[in-house]
């Protein structure tokens, strides 16, 4: 898998991607991230990529030229399934977006900034957009991150356990049971017997009822879909 990230601020992301789990996968060859500095496609002598918004509005604008001559440069490289734009007014990111994401190829992520992007290469250009939330960020540059870092765990051999991904809260729109570790006891603080217990089908039950419990309780929402 190539995820290509356009971004004006490529100091925001190189360090993160090139840590942890998004290191590790790129060192296995099972993910290809590059990170492209919008400003080196600008014609502008000063490296500007934005401007005044037509109609007086507040703000500035990132330009046409710079977005479609990147775009231009690495599509015609090879194809790409997704051309996605962070924007607050996009679709919900979730997990069900991620695991559709983790098994195309070769996506694109533009990291919005400023206003926005002048509108024309949202019509012409992307063929997704995607917010993480109902607020407004300085930049897509977090956006982008945390998407990415959604998808790559999800490639298969990016975890050692892949099991892991997929007990994630979510997955099945219920949230995760909750998880305990050693010692079985302390500060008086026990773990439920039931785990303990080595009955694989009990701790199933178990863990399925806390499940439906947490979700019905923390985030209800979900067991409508």
């Not at 919900?92 to 190829?105: T, Y």
């Amino acid at each position: 898998m190539r995820i290509d990230i356009i971004t004006v601020l490529p100091e925001m992301l190189t360090g993160f991607v090139n840590t942890s789990i998004l290191l590790r996968a790129q060192k296995k060859g099972l993910v290809d991230i590059h990170i492209h500095n919008l400003r080196d496609y600008t014609q502008d002598k000063h490296r500007r990529v934005d401007d005044y918004p037509f109609g007086g509005f507040a703000g500035m604008v990132m330009q046409c030229q710079p977005i479609d001559d990147c775009i231009s440069a690495l599509t015609a490289e090879r194809h790409y399934d997704e051309i996605i734009f962070t924007t607050p007014d996009g679709e919900q990111f979730d997990q069900p977006m991620a695991n559709s994401l983790s098994m195309k190829e070769n996506i694109i992520i533009l990291c919005g900034h400023y206003k926005g992007i002048d509108y024309r290469i949202r019509e012409h250009l992307i063929t997704k957009e995607i917010s993480v939330g109902d607020y407004v960020l300085t930049g897509g540059e977090l956006p982008a991150a945390v998407m990415t870092d959604a998808i790559v765990r999800l490639v298969p051999g990016v975890l050692s356990d892949e099991q892991s991904a997929l007990s994630d809260s979510f997955q099945d729109n219920l949230l995760a049971a909750p998880v305990y570790t050693r010692p079985a006891e302390y500060k008086g603080w026990k773990v439920p017997e039931v785990l303990l217990s080595g009955h694989a089908a009990k701790i199933k039950e178990w863990e399925l009822s806390q499940s439906l419990e947490r979700t019905k309780r923390l985030r209800p929402d979900l067991l409508d879909k």
